[in-house]
């Protein structure tokens, strides 16, 4: 999976961005076993940088994104820019009436331990602002999900 979101900075000119997909069913959260033990996990999950939005085009496909890495670049206040996140691979059946939910946040998506940290990592924290997400006709926000036949 590969979720593309526009994203426009205010006050800052970097932000990490975390995504992930929520499975849904009959108004209940439906949680998975992760691989780090968390009973609560998501379906998938994925994280960008926002200056770190460029793609290598050699290794990028439309269902995963692979970022350059090479140079960073930040964003001028007012501008509204495509970042494309890439989501670990799932195998996930979604049966008729179940939702799937797009949660984004500006910080790591599961809480944090006060006692160990986030495990396996933590990431530095970006400067303090406000991010705000665009869609809609001019925008062309989008969760790409594959279709396997059943």
């Avoid at 499975?23 to 949680?31: E, H, P, S, T, Y």
């Avoid at 509204?80 to 049966?95: K, M």
Wanted: hydrophobic fraction near 40%; charged fraction near 20%; glycine fraction near 10%.
């Amino acid at each position: 999976m590969a979720a593309r979101l526009w994203v426009q900075l205010d006050g800052c000119d970097d932000a990490n961005l975390f995504v992930g997909v929520e499975k849904w069913r009959d108004g209940q959260f439906v949680a998975f076993e992760g691989s780090y033990g968390w009973g609560r996990d998501r379906v998938t999950t994925g994280w960008q940088r926002v200056s770190l939005r460029e793609l290598d085009p050699e290794l990028s496909q439309p269902w995963e994104p692979v970022p350059a890495c090479a140079r960073p670049r930040p964003v001028t206040a007012g501008e509204v820019v495509a970042v494309d996140v890439a989501l670990g691979p799932s195998a996930t059946l979604f049966r008729a009436g179940e939702q799937l939910r797009l949660v984004v946040g500006g910080r790591w998506l599961s809480p944090r331990n006060p006692l160990t940290g986030q495990f396996p990592a933590a990431y530095p924290r970006p400067p303090r602002g406000r991010v705000t997400l665009h869609w809609g006709p001019r925008y062309d926000a989008h969760l790409l999900i594959p279709e396997v036949p059943g």
